[in-house]
């Protein structure tokens, strides 16, 4: 993109506007230099870092602006040297912060990596209890059938008991 001071120089060198009638290079035909300026400064107002320039008076030849390219750059470096300068702090300033967040991200991530380890731990914990359940529910079960056979042995041992006690009475009458 061409900013108005380069685009005003360009259009001055292309289309002449020193004034031929005079030998001197440093003498300008106003008429043309102000047109010029009047673009210059419309594009000026349409970019918030462009220098804006003035308008020159055509009787007295004299700007209440800068007076010449010298001066016109010498805005236009200083105005470029703010803006830099704004720039690198706005840079410093996120390189900063994003230094700040490349660490709170490290601290995320093993922070993450941890709870995962103790995720894993107890799953594998879990698992070992599921194992744990599983075979006291089979030793209970296993208990309880012994407890039946224990239960039905003492009652065929009491229906034994019995009979031999009625023999036994039997035999003694």
Do not use: C, G, P, W
């Given at each position: 993109k061409t900013k108005p001071v380069d685009s005003m120089l360009e259009m001055a060198a292309t289309k002449g506007i020193m004034n031929a009638d005079h030998d001197s290079p440093f003498s300008f035909d106003y008429e043309n230099i102000r047109d010029y300026q009047k673009q210059a400064n419309l594009n000026a107002s349409l970019e918030d870092d462009a220098i804006p320039l003035q308008e020159i008076d055509e009787k007295t030849g004299s700007s209440t602006g800068p007076a010449n390219v010298c001066e016109l750059y010498e805005a236009k470096l200083a105005a470029t040297l703010r803006k830099n300068s704004s720039l690198e702090g706005q840079l410093s300033?996120?390189?900063?912060?994003?230094?700040?967040?490349?660490?709170?991200?490290?601290?995320?991530?093993?922070?993450?990596?941890?709870?995962?380890?103790?995720?894993?731990?107890?799953?594998?914990?879990?698992?070992?209890?599921?194992?744990k359940l599983a075979s006291a529910e089979l030793a209970q079960e296993e208990a309880n059938s012994l407890s039946n056979i224990v239960h039905s042995d003492n009652v065929r041992l009491e229906h034994d008991v019995a009979f031999l006690k009625a023999v036994l009475d039997d035999t003694q009458k």
């Open positions: 300033a996120a390189l900063a912060s994003r230094e700040a967040m490349e660490k709170y991200l490290s601290t995320v991530i093993k922070s993450r990596q941890e709870m995962e380890k103790k995720l894993a731990d107890s799953m594998k914990e879990i698992d070992l209890l599921k194992e």
